[in-house]
């Protein structure tokens, strides 16, 4: 019996926050006293796959097939659920994103499972397989116990900080017979970058909301963001105004975000912008109005104009 976690890359390099998929799968194995098992799907390389012991797999299951490169949802549930079947797999574990979204709950229903959509902790095995997560729009939690005999869980990236061992597994080739149906629809990622850095995988963002006035001023943003190595975002009325395109917009319609530093700059913190930040490690707030609700869910908080502070917190993170 072995923990099951699926496994995404890009181009054959394995994404960062997979590993800590890897990570929480590992860690639950060490907790039940079973092994995690790695699958990817598509084209890489083995020393990529081997890379997977470093956080925790023993193992990693391979199905090379070109075809599984972009994500075709049903081939991928037929690739899980041999994986799943051939392992003896009663915990499968995948990223809480599109994939995740889109084959988690098929998985599910098809091993007849209980799932927790969006895990921000470990099972808490004490209370049966009780995991936090967060409900109404990040508004609460919910604490909820996996009572079926087969467990389907997302995790939430940038949750569990990521520790390197030194580990290599064992790589080994799976062959999954697919049906006619499994590549009938296919959903290709298409990664924006507006800046030098992409929001989904950024550790650091700075956001613009309606306070920056317009798109003329959003050079502003941009400057601290390149001096910091961060993306840029905005809120959802910036988007709707066309001065950011949309894929930069976060909040409950937009992307939801969880980086070590969230900058919100002239954004006022409604719950619909909050839904999609409040999971950042540190805010920053810079508002004009002391008043505005966003400073209530901020770690630090500068009070004035945007326009006057921006330039000089560029110039100050410039002298570090
Ligand atoms: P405003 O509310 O206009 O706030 C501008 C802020 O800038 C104010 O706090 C002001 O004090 C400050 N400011 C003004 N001038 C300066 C200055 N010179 N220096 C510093 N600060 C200044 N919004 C999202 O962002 N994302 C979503 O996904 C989203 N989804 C929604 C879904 C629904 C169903 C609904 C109804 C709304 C949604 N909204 C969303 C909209 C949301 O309710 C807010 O209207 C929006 O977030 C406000 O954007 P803002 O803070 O940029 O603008």
Redesign the pocket.
């Known amino acids: 019996m072995s923990v099951l976690v699926l496994v995404e890359h890009t181009d054959g390099n394995i994404k960062k926050k997979s590993f800590e998929a890897v990570q929480y799968a590992a860690e639950i194995a060490k907790q039940t006293n079973t092994t995690a098992t790695a699958l990817v799907l598509g084209t890489i390389a083995d020393n990529e796959l081997e890379s997977l012991g470093n956080y925790g797999a023993q193992k990693v299951l391979h199905v090379a097939d070109d075809r599984l490169n972009d994500l075709h949802a049903r081939a991928y549930v037929s690739a899980l659920i041999a994986a799943a079947q051939k392992e003896g797999s009663k915990i499968i574990v995948m990223l809480h994103d599109i994939n995740g979204k889109a084959v988690a709950p098929r998985v599910a229903i098809k091993l007849k499972a209980g799932m927790v959509a969006g895990a921000l902790s470990y099972p808490d095995l004490a209370k049966g397989f009780v995991i936090k997560k967060a409900v109404y729009s990040g508004k609460a939690f919910a604490f909820v116990n996996i009572t079926s005999d087969v467990k389907v869980i997302t995790v939430m990236a940038n949750s569990f900080p990521l520790v390197q061992g030194d580990g290599k597994a064992a790589v080994e080739k799976l062959n999954v017979t697919f049906g006619d149906k499994d590549f009938g629809i296919k959903v290709k990622e298409v990664n924006k970058v507006t800046g030098e850095v992409s929001l989904a995988d950024a550790e650091l963002v700075v956001s613009g ?3 920056m ?1 317009g798109p003329e001023n959003w050079g502003l943003i941009e400057d601290l963001a390149k001096e910091l190595g961060a993306a840029t975002a905005c ?4 988007a709707d105004a066309g001065w950011r395109p949309h894929h930069e ?6 992307g939801t975000i969880r980086p070590n530093l969230y900058i919100a700059v ?3 913190g ?1 719950i ?2 909050l ?2 930040v409040n999971g950042s490690k540190v805010i920053v707030v ?4 002391p008043e ?1 609700p966003f400073f209530k869910a901020a770690n630090y908080g500068v009070v004035g ?3 006057e502070i921006l330039p000089r917190l560029t110039e100050a993170v410039k002298k570090f």
């Open positions: 909301g309606r306070g006035k809120s959802r009325p910036v917009h976060v909040g409950q319609t937009g002239g954004i006022s409604a619909q912008h839904a999609g810079i508002n004009k109005d505005a104009d945007a326009l």
